[in-house]
């Protein structure tokens, strides 16, 4: 029987509604084509552009729309110009993590063969590991409440045993499941900064509390400024990462970086009953409107959702299709010839994203 689910769609700012509509459109098509599966998408407004416009940047109805959705689709928020009083800005994302406790913030890290990278890689040497950033509390806690006086400031960084519990449990899954399908040796990271700082010496207690339960897998630490430098020395060792917030943050950026940019960086970020899907990049209000927007992280953040449906739904077609979607994206940025700007390409974004379409095809 067919299976219908429901997708909430968020546009976003600056270039995403362009980067969205291709996605939206490959998406409809592999749908239309498989018999297993149905996607019905529902326009949720939210961000700068709709706060500029009328005061309210996250509408309560678009939250319900993204409440009782089977996934959640979203594209680059924000605009720098626009911004709340206190001089924040306007971040729906950041919202909604918090208000569906999506405490799994999921950034892959995959250089295929062929694929450019600014890393000179060993022969037979391949990128693939997955980071993974808690993405409720640590220091973002306090987003947007901090205290600031003339002369000092000050932000809250919390860590919590009941999120860090979950969140550790989310890793160890993910890289059994790795491990399964032969895409990785079943290693857990910690990065944390355990040495300095109590509340990290705290996440590392819970996170080799969890790693008992799995002798199966390996579990290791590494400090976070560590980190960083192997994974620019040695990115083939990882497998899956995890860490606090605000590391993440910053740990995602370079793992795009080894991607070749924030243009081929896709992110989901997980709960226990929802899950918001979108790429890590930003608006580039600079470039909205010209047709040059890079659209494969979008894609991919959208294979990333099919995936996840078809896990969570037990539903091969999804996967399936989620699968092909993520290699047909990979197909075309190792051939080279449909790359956008950002890659050193000349393609825009319209006949990227029909490159990707007629992978598919083939």
């Not at 959640?72 to 626009?82: C, E, Q, R």
């Not at 306007?90 to 600014?118: E, M, N």
């Not at 008992?212 to 990882?238: C, G, N, R």
Request: charged residues 20%; proline residues 5%; hydrophobic residues 40%.
């Amino acid at each position: 029987m067919n299976k219908g689910y429901e997708v909430a769609v968020f546009h976003g700012d600056g270039i995403g509604p362009e980067i969205m509509a291709p996605t939206l459109e490959i998406l409809r098509s592999l749908s239309e084509r498989n018999a297993g599966y149905s996607l019905t998408f529902t326009d949720a407004p939210a961000g700068a552009a709709h706060y500029a416009a009328t005061g309210d940047s996250f509408p309560t109805t678009s939250l319900d729309i993204a409440r009782g959705a089977d996934a959640i689709l979203l594209s680059a928020m924000g605009l720098p110009d626009v911004r709340y009083p206190d001089g924040t800005e306007i971040s729906p994302q950041i919202d909604l993590r918090k208000r569906l406790g999506l405490f799994a913030g999921v950034r892959p890290v995959k250089v295929s063969p062929g694929q450019a990278t600014p890393l000179a890689l060993p022969d037979k040497r391949e990128i693939d590991f997955v980071l993974i950033r808690e993405s409720t509390e640590g220091l973002f806690y306090s987003q947007g409440t901090g205290e600031v006086c003339e002369n000092e400031a000050r932000e809250t960084l919390l860590i919590t045993r009941d999120v860090s519990e979950k969140l550790f449990r989310f890793a160890f899954q993910l890289a059994q499941s790795r491990k399964a399908s032969g895409r990785g040796p079943g290693r857990v990271t910690c990065v944390d900064k355990a040495n300095v700082f109590r509340a990290f010496a705290f996440f590392r207690s819970i996170f080799d509390a969890e790693a008992a339960h799995h002798p199966h897998l390996t579990a290791d630490h590494s400090y976070v400024d560590a980190t960083a430098l192997w994974m620019v020395q040695k990115p083939w060792e990882f497998d899956v990462l995890v860490t606090e917030n605000m590391f993440g943050d910053i740990l995602s950026d370079l793992g795009a970086g080894l991607m070749g940019g924030l243009g081929l960086a896709p992110s989901a970020d997980i709960g226990l009953d929802h899950a918001v899907f979108q790429p890590c990049h930003g608006s580039a209000p600079d470039i909205a409107g010209q047709g040059t927007a890079n659209p494969f992280a979008m894609i991919l953040s959208a294979a990333m959702m099919l995936e996840w449906l078809g896990m969570t739904h037990d539903n091969p077609a999804l996967s399936s299709d989620g699968e092909r979607l993520r290699e047909a994206v990979e197909t075309v940025t190792a051939d080279g010839h449909n790359l956008t700007r950002d890659l050193g390409g000349t393609a825009g974004t319209q006949e990227a994203a029909k490159a990707v379409m007629d992978t598919l095809s083939t």
